[in-house]
């Protein structure tokens, strides 16, 4: 499919991420040195396929590397997940005139990109999630920043948590992946860690923790839950119940999405958008950079999103340990 690149599209999509600023102005100023021209697509797929492209040049980047969020904005659209809005996503990059397009996000986004290059279309996609969910990868942008976030949050509960002796429930992101709560789990020191992937929805199991700490004179007992798993607010009030440990619950929320990214963000993020432009220039497409093995490298988008990705055994089963 791959004839000269002269014009690369750059886009965010799925759920914004601390450093994807960073990866775009990799993205236009490698391209820019390159001597190819940069065009930013708002709004993800949905900008593309309502035309919502500008050019970029230089000083389109500048100052956005510390900034939390995507200056091209994100979004999520129903369209481009049918044939017809994938053909008319084609057409609008010809129309336009470009022949590569760079997805910052996450596998559903991937999953785009590789309809796109199946209509001709090259692309490279770059793994941008706060959840790092993304099998191919050991970094995703926004992880770093995220559980950085959620934890010096968590220390913040925990201060008051211990001075009125109380055991707190602390709901992080992650709707079907649990690393953010394994990392804060660990990070924090939490007493119990519930990830979508592991929990077997024992509550009494967790009340008995509380009540063989409380014995031990332990004066506060954390809990990390992930959002996949959710229902926080009720759990804390059936376990107040069964404990008589007086119990609150702390969604973080939205702002674990937020916020200055970290030096590692901003490095990675960085590398992989200039990666990303490397690849197509060597008449790559269907790619997804990746860091892997202490390696930025590539992978095949299809080999990409048939990985499975799973939580370490290690890493989860030390945290029983940890906690008592
Ligand atoms: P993420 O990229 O973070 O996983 P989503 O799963 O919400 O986020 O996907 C972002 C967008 O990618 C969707 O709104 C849609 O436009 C596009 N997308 C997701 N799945 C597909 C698919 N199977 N085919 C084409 N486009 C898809
Ligand atoms: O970006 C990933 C994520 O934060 C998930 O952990 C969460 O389930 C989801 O996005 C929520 O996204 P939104 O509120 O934008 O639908």
Redesign the pocket.
């Known amino acids: 499919m791959s004839k000269e690149i002269n014009t690369i599209g750059v886009l965010t999509?799925?759920?914004d991420a601390p450093g994807m600023n960073a990866a775009i102005r990799g993205v236009v100023r490698e391209a820019l040195s390159k001597g190819k021209k940069v065009k930013g697509i708002r709004r993800?797929?949905s900008g593309l396929l309502s035309e919502e492209i500008e050019d970029m040049i230089s000083t389109s980047v500048s100052d956005i590397i510390q900034k939390g969020g995507t200056i091209l904005q994100t979004?999520?659209?129903?369209e481009?997940?049918t044939e017809e809005g994938?053909a008319l996503g084609a057409e609008m990059c010809r129309k336009h005139g470009i022949d590569a397009v760079v997805v910052i996000?996450?596998?559903?986004?991937?999953?785009?990109a590789q309809?796109l290059a199946e209509h001709g279309i090259n692309t490279v996609g770059v793994p941008g999630?706060i959840d790092l969910d993304i099998a191919c990868t050991d970094y995703t942008i926004g992880f770093d920043t995220a559980v950085n976030t959620a934890m010096e949050a968590i220390d913040k509960i925990r201060d008051t948590s211990s001075s009125h002796e109380r055991c707190s429930i602390i709901e992080v992101m992650g709707r079907g992946a649990g690393y953010i709560a394994l990392w804060c789990g660990i990070a924090n020191g939490a007493e119990d860690i519930l990830l979508p992937e592991k929990y077997d929805y024992d509550e009494q199991k967790l009340v008995n923790h509380i009540i063989e700490n409380r014995k031990k004179g332990k004066a506060h007992h954390i809990i990390i839950n992930a959002e996949g798993i959710g229902h926080s607010t009720s759990m804390a009030k059936r376990i107040e119940a069964a404990t008589g440990v007086e119990t609150r619950a702390t969604i973080l929320g939205h702002m674990q999405r937020g916020g200055s990214p970290t030096c590692k963000d901003r490095v990675y993020a960085t590398t992989m958008g200039c990666l990303a432009v490397d690849l197509l220039c060597e008449g790559k497409s269907n790619r997804v950079v990746a860091y892997k093995g202490g390696q930025f490298t590539d992978f095949d988008i299809d080999e990409a999103l048939s990985m499975q990705k799973k939580i370490s055994d290690y890493e989860f089963d030390i945290t029983f340990h940890l906690a008592r």
């Open positions: 999509s799925g759920g993800g797929y979004a999520r659209c129903m481009f997940t994938q996000g996450g596998d559903g986004s991937f999953r785009g309809k999630t």
